[in-house]
């Protein structure tokens, strides 16, 4: 059985919020699945200790260089996250034109992004496809922290 999830996180990888924050931003995201027709099976906040990798499952496709525009390829990429065992400090030094880049500075085929906090949504139904700019700048404003939206489906 496949999974849906819209990830939403803070822009800054490094930044978490208080506790009360982290729920009151889970507590807002879930109503704007209570609507007529709509549903979502789980929303909750999660920690992180350390910056992980927030990916789009099985819309991580490719990835390219921002600097020069090639295609560094999805095996560079887990190879060296892998050899990392931790994301770290997200500095790394691109194969195709030896740019020395942040990890989050990537192109990615679908968004990706490091994060030490999400807002998890889980399997929902309603009538758009992602949270709007509207929401994304609430859901900021309740976290007190400006946030943006992952993908993903596993």
Do not use: K
Not at 91 to 110: D, H, I, K, Q
């Amino acid at each position: 059985m496949s999974e849906l999830y819209i990830r939403v996180i803070p822009t800054d990888p490094e930044w978490q919020p208080t506790a009360e924050a982290a729920a009151g931003t889970a507590e807002y995201v879930a109503g704007l699945f209570a609507g007529s027709g709509d549903h979502v099976e789980a929303v909750e906040p999660v920690f992180y200790e350390r910056v992980t990798l927030i990916d789009g499952g099985e819309y991580m496709e490719d990835v390219f260089c921002p600097r020069c525009g090639g295609a560094i390829g999805m095996d560079w990429f887990w190879e060296l996250l892998h050899a990392e065992a931790a994301v770290g400090d997200l500095g790394v030094t691109v194969p195709c034109c030896g740019a020395a880049l942040s990890l989050s500075a990537l192109r990615f085929e679908a968004p990706i992004g490091f994060a030490r906090f999400e807002v998890s949504v889980r399997n929902w139904s309603r009538g758009a496809w992602e949270l709007s700019g509207e929401e994304l700048a609430a859901a900021g404003a309740v976290l007190g922290h400006p946030v943006t939206q992952v993908h993903a489906h596993y």
